[in-house]
T-cell receptor, first 112, second 117 residues
């Protein structure tokens, strides 16, 4: 049973427009969520996180929204740039534990 | 400062052989993780080390897999009698451990691509 799901394997967006990447989870014990970006032949790099006490966290062009009642989070990238083209993973964890459960990733392609 | 490093970057081995994958975490990071990413899949948790505590091996797929972490730093993941289904990218990550177990972001190495022929 996959506890963290990214149902869109790929997404294409025009440069300058908004990219919205979605993630759903099933475990209500998760209270900390992270987004990672991965380029080919590199390890994932941390992008942004959000705690369940918030519903929004913003860092420059990146904003993560958390809807606890829907067990859904999304990553917004505005404006999208060609360098944002990568695979994006969401991950979830529970305070007091150390395990991170990752989704299967969404491949974002930003078209110039 | 140096990030997480892994070696080798690529490893091709024959079915049935043993392989060792190495991870050098960021200095001062007490937590170390191994993950596996098979083609088209997410990151599959394998094992977790935290300081001097006993590791959590609950993600290891079979007893052919083992890992150790010497001196709280370098870690080695060993796969014995490799099978073709072991082919994947093996990723190592390290992190600090927050107060009261608050999760902190992990820093990943570039991975080792293992191909079993």
């Amino acid at each position: 049973d996959q506890q963290v799901k990214q149902n869109s394997p790929s997404l294409s967006v025009q440069e300058g427009r908004i990219s919205i990447l979605n993630c759903d989870y099933t475990n209500s014990m998760f209270d900390y969520f992270l987004w990672y970006k991965k380029y080919p032949a590199e390890g994932p790099t941390f992008l942004i996180s959000i705690s369940s006490i918030k519903d929004k966290n913003e860092d420059g062009r990146f904003t993560v929204f958390l809807n606890k009642s829907a067990k859904h989070l999304s990553l917004h990238i505005v404006p999208s740039q060609p360098g944002d083209s990568a695979v994006y993973f969401c991950a979830a964890s529970t305070s007091g534990t150390y395990k991170y459960i990752f989704g299967t990733g969404t491949r974002l392609k930003v078209l110039a | 400062g140096a990030g997480v490093s892994q070696s080798p970057s690529n490893k091709v081995t024959e079915k049935g052989k043993d392989v060792e994958l190495r991870c050098d975490p960021i200095s001062g990071h007490t937590a170390l993780y191994w993950y596996r990413q098979s083609l088209g899949q997410g990151l599959e948790f394998l094992i977790y080390f935290q300081g001097n505590s006993a590791p959590d091996k609950s993600g290891l797929p079979s007893d052919r897999f083992s890992a150790e972490r010497t001196g709280g730093s370098v870690s080695t993941l060993t796969i014995q009698r490799t099978q073709q289904e072991d082919s994947a990218v093996y990723l190592c990550a390290s992190s600090i451990r927050g107060l009261r177990g608050v999760p902190y972001e992990q820093y990943f190495g570039p991975g080792t691509r293992l191909t079993v022929t």
